[in-house]
C-alpha cells in the first residue's frame, strides 16, 4: 500500500511537455507538472459548469420575467372584463324591475331583498373598483376571491328573480294557449258528445266521447292549443289519430284523419295544421272524430270554442 501511495505521488510530480504546434509560426512547448494539469483541467469543468449554470438562470429569469408581466396584462383584462360583467348584472335589476312591473306582479321588485342591501352594494362596488385599480404583485387572492364570490352571489340573485318572472309569466300566459280553445275544423257537426245509438254495428246506445264534423275529404284538421304530440298513428277503432298533450291538465283526441303532418314528440301551436279529414278505423264516411279530455275525464268539446 506504502508503495502505491509513493508510485502516486512520484507520478503527480512528474513534469509533462505540452507542445503547441500552429500551421503557420514557430511551435510553443510548455513543462508542466501532472498535478497542475489535473488543477487545471478540474478548473476548467468548475468555470464551464459555472457558466452553463448562470446563463441558464438568466434565460429562465428573462423567461419569468415575460410570463409575469404576460400574466399582468392577463389579469388586467381579466378584471376589465369581470367589471363589465358586473356594470351589465346592475343593468338588469332594472330590467328586472320594469318586467315586474309591466306583468303587474306584487312588489317590482328582487325577491327577499335584504334590508340594507343597496347600501352595502355601493361599497362593494367601490372595493371592487379599487380592487382592479392595483398592480398584480399587489393583489390579494383573498380580495380576488371575495370579489369572484360577490358577482357569483349577485348572478344566482338575478338568477333567481328571472325564473320566478318566467314562472309566473308561463303559468298566466301559457295555461290560456293551452286551453282547446277553438274549432278543429270548420266543417258543420254532425254528431254530438254524450250517449248516441252507435253508427257502425247494432244499434245500441254508446256513450260518444267527442263531437264529428263532417266535411270533404282532404279537409285541413288544426290543433286547437298550444302543446307536445304523444302519438300520432293508429289505433284500433279510431284509425289514424293523433293525440296532444296541452299540461295543465288537457289533452286532445283528433281521430279518423288522413295524411298525419306531424310525429310523436313535435311541439305545436294552436291553430297548426296537424292532418286532413278521413275515413281511417271504424268510421261510415268522412269526418273528424275530436275529443277533449281535462284532468282524466271526457269533457264536452263545445265547451271550448264557440
Not at 509560426?25 to 476548467?44: P, R
Not at 392595483?134 to 349577485?154: M, N, P, Q, R, V
Request: net charge positive; aromatic share 10%.
Amino acid at each position: 500500500m506504502v508503495k502505491r501511495i509513493n508510485h502516486f505521488w512520484r507520478f503527480l510530480g512528474e513534469r509533462v511537455d505540452i507542445l503547441i504546434m500552429p500551421r503557420l509560426g514557430a511551435s510553443y512547448k510548455f513543462k508542466m507538472h501532472v498535478l497542475t494539469l489535473i488543477l487545471l483541467g478540474v478548473l476548467w469543468i468548475v468555470v464551464t459548469l459555472g457558466g452553463i449554470f448562470f446563463f441558464a438562470r438568466c434565460y429562465d429569469y428573462q423567461i419569468t420575467k415575460a410570463d409575469n408581466e404576460l400574466m399582468r396584462m392577463k389579469m388586467r383584462l381579466i378584471g376589465d372584463e369581470l367589471e363589465r360583467g358586473r356594470k351589465y348584472l346592475e343593468l338588469t335589476r332594472t330590467t328586472d324591475t320594469q318586467m315586474r312591473q309591466m306583468l303587474g306582479m306584487p312588489g317590482g321588485k328582487f325577491i327577499n331583498l335584504p334590508k340594507g342591501w343597496e347600501s352595502s352594494k355601493e361599497k362593494e362596488d367601490e372595493r371592487a373598483r379599487a380592487l382592479f385599480q392595483k398592480d398584480l404583485k399587489d393583489l390579494s387572492a383573498e380580495e380576488f376571491e371575495t370579489y369572484i364570490d360577490g358577482l357569483e352571489e349577485t348572478a344566482q340573485m338575478r338568477l333567481a328573480s328571472f325564473q320566478e318572472i318566467a314562472w309566473y309569466f308561463a303559468n298566466r300566459r301559457e295555461g290560456l294557449n293551452s286551453t282547446p280553445s277553438i274549432r278543429p275544423s270548420n266543417a258543420p257537426i254532425s254528431s254530438g258528445f254524450g250517449y248516441r245509438l252507435d253508427p257502425v254495428g247494432r244499434r245500441t246506445t254508446r256513450r260518444h266521447n267527442g263531437v264529428d264534423f263532417a266535411g270533404k275529404p282532404d279537409s285541413p284538421i288544426v290543433v286547437t292549443a298550444d302543446g307536445v304530440v304523444r302519438h300520432a298513428g293508429w289505433v284500433p277503432s279510431y284509425g289514424q289519430a293523433i293525440l296532444v298533450d296541452h299540461g295543465f291538465g288537457y289533452s286532445t283526441l283528433y281521430a279518423h284523419t288522413t295524411a298525419i303532418q306531424v310525429k310523436a314528440g313535435d311541439v305545436v301551436k294552436r291553430g297548426d295544421k296537424i292532418a286532413t279529414m278521413g275515413s281511417s278505423g271504424r268510421s261510415t264516411g268522412t269526418h273528424l272524430h275530436y275529443e277533449v279530455w281535462k284532468d282524466g275525464q271526457a269533457v264536452n268539446p263545445r265547451n271550448y270554442f264557440k
